[in-house]
């Protein structure tokens, strides 16, 4: 009898204890709880009352002045605003405060044709991209049919065929299939044996070849220097970007590296990190021009580097979410499928890098916009890459898991329910 006392008694204790953490949770989230729920009846009555009679509000204006003063009409188009009660960021004018719901008024719903779900022309999200790591950029390259204002310089592979009035043997020797540039950049001639070719225009070599057989003929020899095939260097290269067996076109598609750099046939490494396309055009085309006469390269952007925001805390599913457009604090927490019960949206969290990197914060009061109280909430900011919005507990939550951690987790840990309840062979036993 004296075990079945004992196990009656811990089980009380633990009946009392119970009892003592609901009566806390009631106490401290009660006044909370109905101090919202009133609040936010009257703030419904208020609104229903200022749609059912727009004319009674403070700082109604008639329609017709305020799409003279608001609506935008591109030109050649016919606008047709339809007028519903709501707030704009017009609606609290000489006010320094945000705009509320008592500032309600009539405002241009839909500016276009009703039903219309496309909205307004957005503007850029930047004025000037820069490029980072991992964009996919596709460098095209293009032959170039501009004049220069200089000649063409020979190179190896080219071929040419050199001739001279005065000597039928040189112009038999070249007339039919012409001589090479070899890979040292000399062609072979009669006579004189070996001369430099590569790196210079017809011109050039026509004027050295002209000064180098004057001395075997009694008058001027008049050689005569023609190009056979010639743009061989820019062929060779055409044909290593080229890619119409594949995507098409004559193009590279590569990645910015991990140390901000793409690679090229031909100029190599070049560092792209922090250009513009058109900056970086220029980069390239200015390093080609050094190397190759008669190409013209495009950068194209095809996809940019991924962006991800994470959310974390009292919302129902946190993790990693791409950026693929502008976003705020508030769609963030959609995208996380909603704060939890216990969530605190009124010191929501944000954690960004600066630009070198060094951590900052700030803190959100989005409660109002969540529930519906302000219409424009001033926190609701955008986000960017790497941004963490941490929606932490409210202190009900945080005293809850408190009392499950010691009373439940704890205490019944150590004294395990079954010490609790009736051992009914015990009793018989007895």
């Known amino acids: 009898m004296m075990t079945t006392e004992i196990k009656t008694d811990r089980k009380s204790l633990r009946g009392i204890l119970i009892l003592f953490a609901a009566t806390m949770v009631v106490l401290c989230s009660g006044p909370v709880l109905f101090g919202q ?9 208020q609104a229903e009352m200022q749609y059912a009679q727009p004319q009674a509000m403070q700082g109604f204006a008639p329609a017709e002045a305020y799409v003279a003063e608001q609506s935008y009409s591109p030109a050649g188009e016919t606008e047709q605003a339809n007028f519903i009660c709501g707030v704009d960021e017009h609606s609290a004018r000489g006010q320094r405060n945000e705009s509320t719901w008592r500032n309600s008024r009539l405002i241009p719903w839909e500016n276009y044709s009703y039903g219309e779900y496309i909205g307004p022309s957005r503007t850029p999200h930047v004025p000037t991209y820069r490029l980072r790591v991992d964009d996919q950029i596709e460098f095209v390259f293009q032959v170039s049919r501009d004049n220069f204002g200089q000649g063409y310089r020979l190179s190896p592979g080219d071929v040419i065929r050199v001739t001279a009035a005065v000597d039928e043997k040189l112009n038999e020797a070249t007339r039919l299939s012409g001589v090479a540039i070899m890979p040292d950049g000399t062609v072979s001639l009669d ?3 070996s001369v430099l070719a590569a790196g210079k225009t017809i011109q050039q070599l026509k004027a050295e070849l002209d000064y180098a057989y004057t001395p075997f003929f009694e008058s001027m020899p008049n050689v005569n220097v023609t190009g056979v095939t010639i743009g061989t260097k820019l062929r060779d290269f055409l044909d290593s970007v080229d890619a119409r067996a594949g995507s098409g076109g004559q193009a590279r598609q590569v990645s910015v590296n991990p140390d901000g750099t793409v690679r090229l046939p031909l100029v ?13 055009e220029r980069e390239i085309n200015m390093r080609y021009a050094r190397e190759l006469q008669g190409i013209r390269v495009t950068p194209i952007l095809t996809q940019r580097a991924p962006r991800f925001i994470y959310v974390a805390g009292e919302v129902n599913t ?3 979410f791409e950026l693929n457009g502008p976003t705020t604090a508030m769609q ?17 969290v944000v954690f960004r890098r600066d630009k070198d990197w060094k951590l900052m914060a700030t803190k959100l009061d989005l409660a ?5 109280k302000r219409p424009i909430p001033s926190d609701e900011i955008w986000l960017r890459d790497s941004d963490i919005i941490l929606v932490p507990k409210r202190p009900i939550q945080r005293l809850a898991d408190a009392v499950e951690l010691y009373f439940t987790r704890t205490l019944y840990g150590i004294f395990p329910s079954e010490l609790g309840s009736f051992d009914a062979q015990t009793i018989g036993g007895q």
Do not use: C, H, K, M
């Not at 109002?368 to 519906?372: A, K, M, N, Q, R």
């Open 37 to 45: 729920v009133l609040d936010y009846t009257g703030q419904y009555d």
């Open 191 to 193: 006579l004189i044996g």
């Open 268 to 280: 190599g490494t070049i560092g792209v990190v922090g250009l513009s396309l058109d900056e970086l």
């Open 318 to 320: 946190p993790g990693r």
């Open 332 to 348: 963030a927490i959609a995208l996380a499928g909603g704060w939890d019960v216990g969530g605190n949206v009124r010191q929501i």
């Open 368 to 372: 109002g916009g969540l529930f519906g």
